[in-house]
T-cell receptor
Framework: GESVGLHLPTLSVQEGDNSIINCAYS??????FIWYKQESGKGPQFIID?????DKRQGQRVTVLLNKTVKHLSLQIAATQPGDSAVYFC?????????????FGSGTRLLVRP | ETGVTQSPTHLIKTRGQQVTLRCSSQ?????VSWYQQALGQGPQFIFQ???????GRGNFPPRFSGLQFPNYSSELNVNALELDDSALYLC????????????????FGSGTRLTVV
């Protein structure tokens, strides 16, 4: 069935440390993946994306790695800050007959300890 | 440029009632998708509207229906509410239904929290 799953439901890190959030996907034909951050009471906020013809993409303090062989994504956050505390979702942008839809995982909660 | 606006922010309904949720898309976006997010879960795709027509649907029963208006705003209607319909309903707008995305391709609203009692 459709699934984009996550390995860890909760991740607790010390402020200033690096965070790594993992995600597995099931559809090998998917060609576009997105990481979202969702804070309490808000909708998902775009962080970074990657296409299947890449294996790494960097943004400001964030890096996404894609391993198509094992259908695995990871989000790395450098120098994690208290403002990074949120739930993080990976999503696969999957084509339908005439459009696309996002397939989300269940999320990883990131807690940043001061 | 305005983002995606959803109303109301919170709503309590009784089982069996009907509800209408509203979404104004981001300026320049012509496609609206609706998602249901149960507590502690990731969002689940309900359907998408493009050019005022349904343009793709997830595994939701027909009592979930929608509309899109000429200004690209959209409504989600749910009939015969069930307790399991309690969730956060998210609206996401995008530039083109046929696009496979792109940086920030989807813009989400803050959602409507629906509680069915």
């Amino acid at each position: 069935g459709e699934s984009v799953g996550l390995h860890l439901p909760t991740l607790s890190v010390q402020e200033g440390d690096n965070s790594i959030i993992n995600c597995a996907y099931s559809n090998s034909a998917s060609d576009y993946f997105i990481w979202y951050k969702q804070e309490s009471g808000k909708g998902p906020q775009f962080i970074i994306d990657i296409r299947s013809n890449m294996d790494k993409r960097q943004g400001q303090r964030v890096t996404v790695l894609l391993n198509k062989t094992v259908k695995h994504l990871s989000l790395q956050i450098a120098a994690t800050q208290p403002g990074d505390s949120a739930v993080y979702f990976c999503a696969e942008n999957r084509g339908m007959d005439s459009s696309y839809k996002l397939i989300f995982g269940s999320g990883t909660r990131l807690l940043v300890r001061p | 440029e305005t983002g995606v606006t959803q109303s109301p922010t919170h709503l309590i309904k009784t089982r069996g009632q009907q509800v209408t949720l509203r979404c104004s898309s981001q300026s320049g976006h012509n496609t609206v998708s609706w998602y249901q997010q149960a507590l502690g879960q990731g969002p689940q795709f309900i359907f998408q509207y493009y050019r005022e027509e349904e343009n793709g649907r997830g595994n939701f029963p027909p009592r979930f229906s929608g509309l899109q208006f000429p200004n690209y705003s959209s409504e989600l209607n749910v009939n015969a509410l069930e307790l399991d319909d309690s969730a956060l309903y998210l609206c996401a707008s995008s530039l083109d239904a046929h696009s496979s995305g792109g940086p920030g391709g989807y813009t989400f609203g803050s959602g409507t929290r629906l509680t069915v009692v």
